[in-house]
C-alpha cells in the first residue's frame, strides 16, 4: 500500500472526520480563525460536516508551507518528482470507492454514472504527469561559436489553484499534477459547495509527497480565493469557473503581472446534419449534455442545432432516452441522475426554465422527480428539452450550468455554422453527418477549443483542453501546457572566449 491511511467507505464518518481542516504543512490543521462553514448534502438538505472557513491568515500560512517546501522540492530531480506524483495517483486509486461516495455524498452527483467515474478516472493525470518530468527539457542556441548559449525550464514558485465543484478532483488533477512535476509548490482554493472530497484526496497526496509541497484550504471567493490571488509570493494563478470570477481573478493578476489560466465554461453547440446516424447522435447528446450531471458542465451541449429533416424524430428519440433514467438518491446505485449542487444553482437554474417558457419556448420535463421519503428537501431537477427557442434566446446565450438544452431547428449548413460560432464562448463543438466533406469543413470553421466528429469524449490528459473567446485563456492537460503554465525559460550564455 502507497498509502497510510485506511479507506472510509462510509461518506458521513469521513465528512465528519474532515471537518473544520484545511491541510497546510502536511497536516490537517484549523483555520486560524477557527471558524468553519457548512457542508450540506444537496440530495437531503441535511449538513453533513463543516468545512474550514480560510481567510487572509490561512492563505499566507499555507503559501509560506509552499514556499518552504519549494526549496527543496526544486532540487529533486525532474523524474524523481514525476515518480511521486506518479505515486500519489496509485495512492489515490486505493481510495477511489470513498473519494466516489465522499464527492456524491456533497454535491449530489450519482455515485455509478458520475462520482465513481470521477474517482476512477482519477490517477490518470497523475500518470500521465508523472512520466514527463524528463520532458522540462531546454534548448542550446546557435548564438555565437564562443558563448555557449542554452535555455533551461524553471519553476514558477507557488501555484494557486482555484476549482470550481462540478468535476472537482479532476479539474484539481490537471492543474496539481504537472505544477508539481514542474518542481512548484502548490495551495489549492477549493469550491465551498465541495471541500471534503479535494482535502481527502489531498491528504492521501501527502502521504506520497513531502509536508507542504501540496497545501488546500476550503472558504468563500472573496474572503479566501481572492488573497491567494493578491499574495505577493504567488507566482501564477490556474483557475476553473465562471467568466464573471475568471476576470475578477485576472485583473487581480494584472496588477500583480503575474500569469493566468481560465477555464471559464462555454455554451457548446452540437450540430446533427440530416443524414447524421440517429441513434448515435441521441446518445452523443446525452453523453454531450452531462444528464448524469444534471448539466452541471462546462462543456455541456446546451445548444442542439437538428435539421429540420429529422428534427422532430430526434427531439423524441431524446426525450425517450432521457425519460428512462432515473432521478434518486446519489448514493442510491440504482440512481442515474442526482441533484444540483446548491440552492442557489437550484435558483439559477429554475428561472432559466421559467423564461424560457415565458420567451414562446416549449419546455419537454424528461424522467421523474424520485418520491421516496427522505429526499423530499432534496435539489433535483427534472432534465428539460426545450423547443421553439432560437439562438437568440438567453437560454441559448448564457450559461445555465443545469439539466437545460436547447433544441434549435435548421435548414441551411452555412447558416447553422453562423449560429453556432454566434457566442461569447467557443470551448467545444461537435458535428454529427456522415459526409466527410462537411465534416472537415464544420472541424475548421467552428470557433472552439475542442472539436469532435461523430463523438462526444471529455476532457483527457494529452489532449489539449481549453477554450476561445470568453470560455478562457490558456490551454490545459499537456505537456506543451506543462511547459507554458508552470515553468519559465531562462536563457544562460556562458562566455568560452
Ligand atoms: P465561481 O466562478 O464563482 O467559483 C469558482 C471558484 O472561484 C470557487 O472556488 C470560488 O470560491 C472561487 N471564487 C469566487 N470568487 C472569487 C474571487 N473573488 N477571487 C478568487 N476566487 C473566487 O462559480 P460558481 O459561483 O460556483 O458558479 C457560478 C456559475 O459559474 C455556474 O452557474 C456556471 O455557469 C459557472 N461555472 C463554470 C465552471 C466551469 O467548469 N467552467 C465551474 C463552475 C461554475
Ligand atoms: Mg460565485
Not at 548559449?149 to 496539481?176: C, D, F, H, S
Not at 453527418?433 to 462526444?456: S, Y
Request: aromatic content about 6%; overall charge negative.
Amino acid at each position: 500500500m502507497s498509502s497510510t491511511l485506511t479507506p472510509v467507505l462510509d461518506p458521513y464518518a469521513l465528512a465528519k472526520e474532515l471537518s473544520g481542516k484545511h491541510l497546510i504543512g502536511g497536516k490537517l490543521v484549523p483555520a486560524a480563525s477557527g471558524k468553519t462553514f457548512d457542508v450540506v448534502n444537496p440530495a437531503k438538505g441535511e449538513v453533513v460536516g463543516q468545512a474550514a472557513y480560510g481567510e487572509a491568515a490561512d492563505v499566507d500560512a499555507a503559501v509560506r508551507a509552499a514556499a518552504e517546501a519549494q526549496k527543496a522540492w526544486k532540487m529533486v530531480p525532474a523524474r524523481e518528482r514525476g515518480r511521486l506524483v506518479a505515486e500519489c495517483g496509485r495512492a489515490l486509486t486505493e481510495h477511489k470507492e470513498e473519494l466516489a461516495r465522499l464527492i456524491a455524498l456533497e454535491t449530489g452527483k450519482a455515485l455509478r454514472t458520475e462520482s465513481r467515474v470521477e474517482a476512477n478516472v482519477l490517477s490518470d493525470a497523475f500518470t500521465f504527469f508523472g512520466g514527463l518530468g524528463g520532458e522540462l527539457k531546454g534548448e542550446t542556441v546557435p548564438f555565437n561559436p564562443k558563448m555557449l548559449t542554452m535555455t533551461v525550464r524553471e519553476p514558477v514558485g507557488i501555484v494557486g489553484a482555484i476549482i470550481p465543484w462540478n468535476v472537482p478532483m479532476m479539474l484539481m488533477a490537471l492543474k496539481i499534477a504537472p505544477a508539481l512535476v514542474a518542481g512548484n509548490g502548490v495551495v489549492v482554493k477549493s469550491a465551498e459547495e465541495a471541500p471534503f472530497c479535494v482535502l481527502r484526496a489531498c491528504q492521501i497526496m501527502a502521504q506520497v509527497l513531502p509536508p507542504g509541497i501540496l497545501n488546500i484550504l476550503s472558504g468563500y471567493g472573496p474572503e479566501c480565493g481572492a488573497p491567494l490571488v493578491s499574495h505577493p509570493k504567488v507566482g501564477k494563478i490556474t483557475f476553473t469557473g465562471s467568466v464573471e470570477t475568471g476576470k475578477i481573478v485576472s485583473r487581480t493578476a494584472a496588477d500583480r503581472l503575474i500569469p493566468v489560466t481560465l477555464e471559464l465554461g462555454g455554451k457548446s453547440p452540437m450540430i446533427v446534419m440530416g443524414d447524421a446516424d440517429l441513434d448515435q447522435a441521441v446518445a452523443g447528446a446525452i453523453a454531450g449534455m452531462r444528464f448524469t450531471r444534471q448539466g452541471q458542465s462546462c462543456t455541456a451541449a446546451s445548444r442542439i442545432f437538428v435539421h429540420s429533416s429529422i428534427h422532430d424524430q430526434f427531439v423524441q428519440a431524446l426525450k425517450a432516452k432521457v425519460d428512462a433514467m432515473v432521478m434518486g438518491d446519489p448514493l442510491d446505485e440504482k440512481t442515474d441522475i442526482g441533484t444540483i449542487v446548491s440552492p442557489d444553482q437550484f435558483k439559477k437554474v429554475k428561472a432559466y426554465i421559467d423564461h424560457g417558457v415565458t420567451e414562446g419556448g416549449t419546455a419537454h420535463s424528461c424522467s421523474a422527480m424520485p418520491e421516496l421519503e427522505g429526499l423530499t428537501k432534496g435539489l433535483f431537477v427534472q432534465p428539460v428539452i426545450f423547443t421553439g427557442l432560437t439562438n437568440a434566446s438567453r437560454l441559448a446565450r448564457e450559461e445555465i450550468f443545469g439539466p437545460v438544452t436547447c433544441v434549435i431547428k435548421f435548414d441551411d449548413y452555412e447558416d447553422v455554422i453562423a449560429q453556432a460560432n454566434d457566442t461569447e464562448f467557443g470551448l467545444a463543438a461537435t458535428i454529427w453527418t456522415r459526409d466527410l466533406r462537411t465534416a472537415l469543413d464544420a472541424t475548421q470553421r467552428l470557433e472552439a477549443g475542442f472539436v469532435q466528429v461523430n463523438q462526444n469524449l471529455v476532457v483527457q490528459p494529452n489532449l489539449s483542453y481549453g477554450g476561445v473567446k470568453s470560455s478562457g485563456l490558456g490551454k490545459e492537460a499537456t505537456l506543451e501546457a506543462m511547459l507554458e503554465h508552470f515553468t519559465h525559460k531562462k536563457t544562460i550564455i556562458i562566455n568560452m572566449a
